[in-house]
């Protein structure tokens, strides 16, 4: 598979700025007069309000809802609502949503669980005769699609939290699917590359018309620049501002599904579409340093990042030096020992019976971290007893006058997920499907009207009971990875919340996943060129493999400064986004 390569240059980490020709690598990187050199601009600062999103427009887009008067979570709608027109690669309505709330009126977290589940006229046993021997579900094409859970958590946000009227926050969306909309160089890049990988599996996807005639341009993927239109998806953003979620899951659009899916081969039906609901959940979290980290638990990987947190608590990661080959090597054989109860225990909570509470406990993580040799790399590991894939996503945070927050993901799961487009509707669904086990027993085995292992993770931390930070990572498995180095960034090496999403990542790739494939030689890491060569040389030393490249996420962030009572907002280098506040 194809993932987004992305190779920006970096200088090593410093507290001041100085002038680096001659030292280290050779970059045209200009010079900052204040601040860490590597750090691509300062954080953007605002009382009122802030919004970070991975597009610009959905950023303004989000800015004009706060500012006439609504909730954080109405600006959240509306900037997801515009970036399923405007980055329609990445997210949109035949995905999947979660989110976390904080709500200042009542002074608590809320969580939002808006996946969706496998068709329920689909068994275990008729699958497994149609893949044959095929150990794992096909990534694109009819078996890969599951029900798409966005719309429905729009309108479950928006009935809890929200306040401007519906058609208020689909209206920028409609308008620029209708306009047409420039699209922007990472995007465009993107694109082009999901646009000839989905091609290449055609043969799988069985229904590829309708992608071609939704999402290419004269047979091609757009360019960076040239203007994209999407008249279907604005007039079935048009039924929802009328008909509400209902339209979606059990009226017209609902029909279009249904029709669609008995033509092209997927086992999706209406009875599937009606039977959906999200669900509010309460967040899970670990104390870190003193820092409250909060992430919503399975069916998705959020738990992982809090594993990490435990194991890695255990040193002092400030004495070993910020991406240092000591600091690098702890946190890639942290990530390989969650990653190991994530490949067995991460799964649907009503068809798994296993509890994950002790997962989280100090007392489990103290036995994991015994497993760490910090002078070789492991190159197999096993879970923990009780007794993916890279993924493609788009994350917004938001901020208001009042206090409230969103961290907000919602994702096609792969760019452009399974290829399929319905007939007429402008949207194309998910591959979340693909994420099941086909092995008997696993946590994760495929079931009817069952949510498949889930990727994608919003993240939030608060400190006394206050909100600190809402923030994520996009990138599939390179999530958890990215939410550890981020707060370890903040929390243990002092770097303000702009400085910590541009500081060079690794990402690590191989471990175990819920599909039931296993690591069996370590896997491989990948390292960012602000990395140094002696930094890479220790690692390969310690046997770790090196990578020539990977994707190493998507990172939004706004950090509450509780004294000063100022929104702190930060956007990613590696995207196209924008953070803005007033």
Not at 184 to 196: D, E, F, L, N, T
Not at 574 to 579: P, S
């Amino acid at each position: 598979m194809n993932r987004l390569p992305i190779c920006y240059c970096f200088i090593l980490l410093c507290l001041v700025t100085s002038h680096l020709s001659g030292q280290g690598q050779s970059t045209d990187k200009g010079d900052r007069i204040t601040g860490p050199n590597f750090a691509t601009r300062s954080p953007i600062l605002a009382r009122h309000g802030m919004v970070a999103t991975s597009h610009p427009l959905a950023t303004q887009i989000a800015l004009d809802i706060l500012k006439q008067g609504g909730t954080a979570v109405d600006a959240a709608i509306a900037a997801n609502a515009a970036l399923g027109v405007i980055e329609p690669n990445n997210g949109g309505i035949g995905g999947d949503l979660f989110a976390i709330v904080w709500s200042a009126k009542d002074r608590k977290l809320y969580g939002l669980n808006a996946s969706g589940r496998s068709p329920k006229g689909l068994t275990y046993d008729a699958l497994k005769k149609v893949l044959g021997n095929q150990p794992l579900l096909p990534l694109y094409g009819p078996l890969s699609v599951s029900v798409p859970g966005a719309v429905d958590g729009w309108f479950q946000l928006h009935q809890r939290f929200g306040k401007l009227p519906m058609r208020n926050l689909l209206a920028p969306g409609i308008q620029y699917a209708r306009e047409g909309v420039p699209v922007p160089q990472v995007i465009a890049y993107s694109w082009q590359v999901a646009a000839r990988r989905l091609a290449a599996n055609e043969t799988i996807i069985n229904e590829f018309g309708n992608f071609r005639k939704t999402f290419l341009i004269d047979g091609k993927a757009p360019e960076q620049g040239q203007v994209f239109r999407n008249p279907d998806l604005a007039a079935t953003y048009e039924k929802l501002a009328k008909g509400g979620r209902d339209v979606f899951y059990k009226g017209d659009i609902a029909d279009a599904i249904d029709r669609y899916a008995r033509k092209a081969g997927l086992y999706l039906r209406k009875a599937d579409l009606a039977a959906h609901q999200s669900s509010w959940i309460t967040p899970i979290s670990v104390n870190y340093r003193g820092y409250d980290v909060h992430e919503l638990p399975p069916n998705g990987q959020g738990i992982s990042v809090l594993q990490m947190l435990n194991i890695v608590e255990g040193f002092d990661l400030k004495s070993m030096g910020h991406n240092s080959a000591d600091y690098l090597h702890l946190l890639v054989e942290a990530k390989k020992l969650a990653f190991e109860d994530r490949a067995r225990h991460y799964a649907d909570p009503d068809f798994s019976k296993a509890s994950i509470d002790w997962l989280l406990t100090k007392e489990y993580a103290t036995k994991r971290r015994q497993l760490i040799d910090l002078k070789k790399a492991s190159e197999r590991l096993d879970a923990g007893e009780p007794a993916l894939r890279t993924g493609d996503t788009v994350y917004l945070t938001v901020a208001d006058d009042q206090g409230n927050m969103v961290s907000l993901i919602q994702s096609n799961m792969l760019e452009f997920g399974s290829g399929m487009v319905p007939d007429g509707l402008g949207f194309v669904f998910h591959n979340r499907g693909t994420s099941f086990s086909m092995q008997l027993n696993h946590a994760n085995v495929y079931a009817p009207g069952k949510r498949p292992f889930n990727t994608i993770i919003p993240g939030f931390v608060t400190k006394n009971g206050e909100p600190f930070l809402s923030f994520g990572v996009m990138g599939g498995a390179m999530q958890p990875q990215g939410h550890l180095q981020v707060l370890c960034n903040i929390i243990d090496f002092g770097m303000n919340v702009q400085e910590a999403g541009d500081a060079a990542r690794f990402s690590h790739s191989g471990s175990s996943e819920p599909t039931g494939t296993q690591m069996t030689d370590g896997g491989r890491l990948a390292l960012e060129s602000g990395i140094s060569t002696e930094v890479r040389a220790a690692l390969e030393a310690r046997g770790h493999h090196l990578a020539p490249t990977d994707f190493f996420g998507g990172y939004q962030a706004i950090q509450w400064d509780a004294v000063n009572r100022v929104y702190w907002g930060a956007t990613e280098m590696r995207k196209d986004g924008q953070a803005a506040g007033y």
